[in-house]
């Protein structure tokens, strides 16, 4: 047997695209700003996860534009031999002192890092227990490592609990979402606390979506509840609120220094380039220097979910800049993308293995850039696609 022969037989993708209802890898030929131009045309971006809208702005493409002209444009092998530069080390200072943890360590994609930490921390003796909706990646980091698997019921909490009595003395690692991507709620953290603590589970969260995002001042999901001594390690992207491209994992000095000598991950990646570096140094500073940036994203996110409820959508249980509005089935999820794409919104559809089968969704992102201008005309959209397809009445 072929071992091709599987990709000459996968015809689905094809057969949408000839259908023209092929939402994904569509081509941008701008910044990521509240409106984008695609393949020509000019388009409301409610698609992106660009929250505080810094990847245009002028502090973070002069420090990229700066660390270019100094370093070059990358580092020509791993953090572990060659590739540390002095601005890596910089930027980890920050991190560790923006999270008001010990150390931190930073990687060159999000994904690498849920890899990066899960495989290191947990081995064959101990179990690592996820949310049912944690992020692929932290499926993944799981698959990598050595140790057991267990998952729980999506924020429950009674089924963490009967999870967690279940794994004895062993060592435990709880890993949870700040922030669902997909339907924008929020872990219950405090509860989370209080059932780890009663087993001796280590907790982990990762926050790719809520950092920039919660807590008062943007630090995230453990600042928002007041729970940043009780989270054990705190994983964020820079691909997000940070307007770059890697992760970074905050923790006890004992932890990171574990990671960094055993993360296969790190060890065996190159380094981030000095630009992706640089741009998060001057995110961060942003972040402290800017707060009315959140003001504005938290004002957005509250009239377009006013908005989308009063017309009579289904958002689900969002309480973030992420507003599903639910479709149910996969048909209807495609053909509301294509009226809103031909309209001139630029949205997501989200169908399994994304979410769960007779849940498909459009997840709509909001980000602090977004004018009431631009809301206004994508809310008459939103009403009219709605009224077309039978969602709303």
Known sequence: MDLFEKCGKFTAAKEVMA???????????????????????????????????????????EAAIAAVKKYGSGCAGSRFLNGTLDIHVQLEEKLAKFFRKENALTFSTGYQTNLGIISSIAGKDDVVVIDKLDHAS????????????????????????????????????V?????????????????????????????????????GVLGRTGRGTAEHFGLEKDVDIIMGTYSKSMASIGGFVVASEDVIHYIKHTSRPLIFSASPPPASVASVIAALDIIDEEPERRERLWHNTHKMMKACKQMGYDTGTTETPIIPLLMGDMERAFMMWKILSDEGVF??????????????????????????????????ILEQAGKKLGVIH
Do not use: W
Not at 36 to 55: A, H, K, P
Not at 188 to 207: F, S, T
């Open 138 to 173: 932290i499926i993944d980091a799981c698959r990598l490592s050595f140790a057991e698997v267990k998952k729980f019921k999506h924020n429950d909490m009674g089924s963490l609990e009967f999870v967690l009595k279940a794994c004895g003395d062993r060592g435990k690692l």
């Open 347 to 380: 949205v997501n559809p989200v169908v399994p293995p994304a979410t769960q089968p007779g849940r498909c969704l459009i997840r709509t992102s909001y980000m602090a850039t977004h004018t009431d201008e631009m809301l206004d005309r994508v809310l008459v």
């Open 19 to 61: 259908a023209g209802f092929y939402p994904y890898f569509r081509v941008v030929e701008s910044e990521q700003n509240p409106e984008v131009t695609v393949e020509g045309r000019r388009m409301v971006m409610l698609g992106s996860n660009n929250y505080l809208g810094l990847t245009s702005h002028p502090k973070v493409k």
């Open 175 to 211: 890993v949870v979402d700040g922030v669902y991507s997909m339907e924008g709620d929020i872990a219950q953290l405090p509860e989370i606390v209080k059932v780890c603590r009663k087993y001796g589970a280590r907790i982990m969260v990762d926050d790719a979506h809520g950092v």
